[in-house]
Structure formats: structure tokens, C-alpha cells
């Protein structure tokens, strides 16, 4: 079996992939060019994250890397090429995805509008009936901040935080027409926000929290003064759907494995935690590894200090997500799930700093 991927390489696809290999499948990672050999990156993304041995040298021996670019028709590859790289799909996998929260319209629809149209025209040159898997996101709710989301709900109406959004619902719109259109066997996953214990390895995919993290540090470091409190604006009841990345990978599969969706409907699952986590839990473990102490304060906040303006101004893209109370209703198989707790986050981030605020 030969599954087809975008994103092969990224901080979803890596697990991925392991698992396809683990289940003795072949992967052509269709890649950006001008960077190493993409078996040769899995296996050390692999590597990093402590797969073993056999595992790593399988990514080398069956994951075979195509240079394309999605923003061009047909790929940018020759006609021939393009053809036959598309005949020798057994199944294909849309993983890559601009995932930047303060993304311009230009930029966010580039690679997921755009990229996600020129995809689907690789997926109609497949043999008919070859299994088509998008990954979107449980953000395509947009600001629809209260309630359960079900699986069947797209839903435009209520907005969108950003960019990242709106292009990722664009995107799952296209996809419905050309399933309609082309009558093609399609499954849309819908992760929520991808979280690991494993603590940051050279190598290894970075990853939202990790860039949050950074965001914040920077701003920290070049405070004349760092603050020992900072308040952010958000509902202290706030919570969010975080779901460890490799049950993700996990689900994604069996859902696809289980799946058999009526040629021309895709069918949509949410990948998603049983359980939402209060976002309050997500800053605590940021506190602690920054050293500061990050505190959600209902509006009105109050005249914000010197540092409080600073940090607001570098994360404001993650600002307007202190106000979610949402659930998301799902009918993917059943998983055993680890709890997204302080300690989970916070192995995730690296750690603690030193020395610590009280």
C-alpha cells in the first residue's frame, strides 16, 4: 500500500506516518524542495521523539520524497509525473496546513485554499475510489464560542477569530463540492489543539505551544522589569480541547480505517479529547515555565502595567481565545485518553524555569 501525504514531515504527519510504517505501508511525502531528503528527515524526526531502531530505518527505506508545489497547478509537476505519481496512490493524505494564528488572508488561504484545491486535483487524477483524508481543524467553529459543536456543523455565520479560520472552512467547503462533484470517498478530520508531554528534542517538530512559549519568553526577556504577574484578558471559566498529538495520529487512523463514507459525502470526524481543559491550566504551566505567573482577568482588566502592554501586543493572536466554553461532539472510535493536566503541559514545554517565582 502507497499513502500519499503533504505534511509528511510536520508535528501530526511525523506520527503519522510511524504508524503507517508500523502497519507495513510506503509513504511518497509530497515536500517542499530545497531541503534533505524526506525519508531522511522522518527518520529523524522519528529519532527524536524515541522510536526505535527497525522504525527509524524503515522511514529511510519506504518513505520516498516529491518536490511539489502546492500552490501550482497540477502540483508544478510535469504531466507525466504528475500522472503517474497520482495512479500509484493507494490513499491520500492532506496534512500540511499554514497553521499561523496572525497569518494574512494572502498568506493563510495560500496554503490551505489554494493548497487544498491543487491537492484535490492530484486526488481526481487517482484510480477512482481512492480514499481521500483532509485534516482541518475543530477551529472551522470560528467564534462560536458556547454549546456542541457536532460533527455536521460548518457553519460560517458566527465569524472567525483570524485568517487561519476562515481558509481552513474555505477549505472544507471546497472539499464537500469536489467530493460532490467528482464523487470521490472522502473523510475530513478535525483535530483540536495538538498537545505532547514529550519535552522539546533537536530534531523533533515544534509545535502551538512551544511557539506560544516563545512568543511570550521574548517578551519576558526584554522586559526592563519582569513581571512576577500578568494579566490576561479571558473568562477565568474559559477551556479548551487539547489532545495529546500521538492519540491524534491514533484516532485519525482507526477513523479512517472504520470509516466508509457514500461516494460524493464526505464524512467528518472530530479528533478531539473527551474532556475539555480550563485554558487557566494551559497558562499555569506556562507560568511555570517561564517564571512568571499568567492570571485570566474578565474584562474590564483594568489599566494593563509597562510589561502587561508588552506581552499583550506579541501574543495578541492567541488573546481572543480566553473566551471558549465549547464542546465538540464526536463518533470516532473510543481511546484511551491521558488527562491534559498542569504536569502534562508543562513536561511538554520543557520544564520548569530556574529559578522559579513564587
Known amino acids: 500500500m502507497t499513502v500519499v501525504m503533504t505534511g509528511a514531515t510536520g508535528f501530526l504527519g511525523v506520527r503519522l506516518v510511524g504508524l503507517m510504517l508500523e502497519g507495513g505501508e510506503s509513504v511518497t511525502a509530497l515536500v517542499r524542495g530545497g531541503r534533505a531528503p524526506a525519508g531522511e528527515r522522518v527518520a529523524g524526526a522519528l529519532r527524536a521523539l524515541g522510536a526505535p531502531a ?25 504531466g507525466r509525473e504528475f500522472t503517474a505519481l497520482a495512479q500509484a496512490a493507494d490513499s491520500i493524505w492532506h496534512v500540511a496546513g499554514h497553521v499561523g494564528l496572525a497569518a494574512s488572508q494572502r498568506s493563510a488561504n495560500s496554503t490551505n485554499l489554494t493548497g487544498t484545491r491543487h491537492l484535490l486535483q492530484f486526488a481526481a487524477a487517482a484510480p477512482a475510489g481512492t480514499p481521500v483524508h483532509h485534516v482541518s481543524t475543530a477551529f472551522v467553529a470560528g467564534k462560536r464560542h458556547t454549546g456542541a459543536i457536532a460533527e455536521t456543523d460548518l457553519d460560517g455565520s458566527h465569524g472567525f477569530v483570524n485568517f487561519y479560520e476562515q481558509s481552513k472552512y474555505e477549505a472544507e467547503r471546497h472539499v464537500h463540492d469536489w467530493a460532490a462533484r467528482h464523487r470521490a470517498r472522502v473523510v475530513i478530520h478535525r483535530p483540536s489543539l495538538l498537545v505532547t508531554d514529550r519535552p522539546p528534542a533537536a530534531g523533533a517538530p515544534g509545535h502551538t505551544l512551544l511557539d506560544m512559549a516563545a512568543a511570550y519568553g521574548r ?38 480505517t472504520a470509516a466508509d463514507p457514500e461516494p460524493g459525502r464526505p464524512l467528518t470526524r472530530h479528533i478531539t479529547h473527551p474532556e475539555e481543559t480550563p485554558l487557566q491550566t494551559l497558562y499555569d504551566a506556562l507560568g ?14 483594568g489599566e494593563p502595567s509597562a510589561a502587561e502592554r508588552r506581552v499583550l501586543e506579541a501574543v495578541a493572536a492567541f488573546t481572543p481565545y480566553g473566551v471558549h466554553r465549547r464542546s465538540y ?3 470516532a472510535p473510543a481511546h484511551s485518553v491521558p488527562p491534559v493536566d498542569r504536569a502534562y503541559l508543562l513536561r511538554g514545554l520543557g520544564g520548569p524555569a530556574q529559578p522559579r517565582h513564587p
Do not use: I, K, Y
Open 54 to 78: 527497525p522504525l527509524v530505518a524503515a522511514a529511510r527505506q519506504r518513505v520516498r520524497g516529491v518536490e511539489v508545489d502546492l500552490g501550482r497547478a497540477d502540483l508544478g509537476l510535469p
Open 288 to 301: 511555570d515555565h517561564l517564571g512568571v505567573r499568567f492570571v485570566l482577568t474578565a474584562p474590564p482588566v
Open 219 to 256: 517578551t519576558l526577556r526584554n522586559a526592563a522589569q519582569p513581571p512576577a504577574v500578568v494579566r490576561l484578558p479571558g473568562r477565568p471559566d474559559c477551556r479548551q480541547n487539547m489532545l495529546p498529538v500521538d492519540t491524534a495520529a491514533r484516532m485519525m487512523l482507526d477513523a479512517g
Open 329 to 331: 461532539l464526536r463518533s
